[in-house]
């Protein structure tokens, strides 16, 4: 499994319509992001940034997001939220994968202990 972080700055004029659109997503885009391969998302909001989790069941995010991106809905879905990014491009913003480019520097641990 990949676990990844974006960071992605949204135009201030377009925070509410970004939060609501994600409160209550389309159906067909939750189906298109699993279809995917993508197995869990959390997103956060801090002043104008997005602060996108999610996890890639295969460990390919590459694979998994060329999939999502040849859906017709995640094409919709770009041209609806893309214009309220800042920045160029459609997806603007520095992906992480937490394993490679981030270094943990503390882990509780699945059985309490930190290691």
Not at 23 to 46: H, S, T, V
Not at 60 to 80: G, I, P, S
């Amino acid at each position: 499994m990949e676990r990844l972080l974006m960071v992605i700055k949204v135009k201030p004029e377009m925070r509410n319509a970004y939060i609501a659109i994600h409160q209550n997503p389309w159906p067909e885009m939750l189906k298109a992001i699993r279809d995917a391969g993508f197995i869990n998302e959390l997103i956060w909001y801090f002043e104008d940034q997005s602060i996108i989790y999610f996890e890639c069941e295969d460990g390919d995010y590459e694979a998994a997001n060329e999939r999502l991106r040849a859906t017709e809905v995640c094409k919709k879905w770009d041209l609806t939220v893309g214009a309220w990014f800042a920045g160029e491009g459609v997806m603007p913003g520095k992906i992480f994968e937490l394993n490679r480019d981030l270094a943990t520097s503390f882990s509780l641990g699945a059985d309490g202990d930190a290691p």
